[in-house]
């Protein structure tokens, strides 16, 4: 089994939509250590952040975080050590489009 370091996901949503941003490779699974959420507007803003394993159709009980504020020209770091199987997806909400996320974690084939 090899195991590779690298940024798994970098997304910049479209504002009020549900995005999915990174799914497990088939034959993999995926520890995700860290979500940094960006917001580069000078106004508050808000996000949501959904784990669903295979790819399940999303609904409340998926959600990790769930319209948390991040202030004007603030980031807010997660550090997680979230364990992934092949097919579960990461889904990302924004309340505008100013927001950046970026996923850092680790895929082992």
């Known amino acids: 089994m090899a195991t590779t370091y690298k940024v798994l996901a970098q997304s910049a949503p479209s504002a009020t939509t549900a995005t999915n941003i990174y799914t497990v490779p088939t034959s993999t699974s995926t520890v995700v250590s860290t ?6 507007a000078s106004t508050t ?8 394993p295979d790819g399940a159709t999303l609904a409340n009980q998926h959600y990790l975080a769930y319209d948390v504020a991040v202030g004007g020209g603030d980031s807010t770091t997660l550090t997680l050590g979230i364990t992934m199987d092949a097919a579960d997806v990461v889904t990302v909400y924004a309340s505008t ?9 680790s895929e082992i084939a």
């Open 35 to 40: 979500i940094v959420v960006a917001n580069r």
């Open 45 to 52: 803003a808000t996000y949501r952040i959904a784990i669903r």
């Open 97 to 105: 489009a100013n927001l950046s996320f970026n996923i850092f974690g």
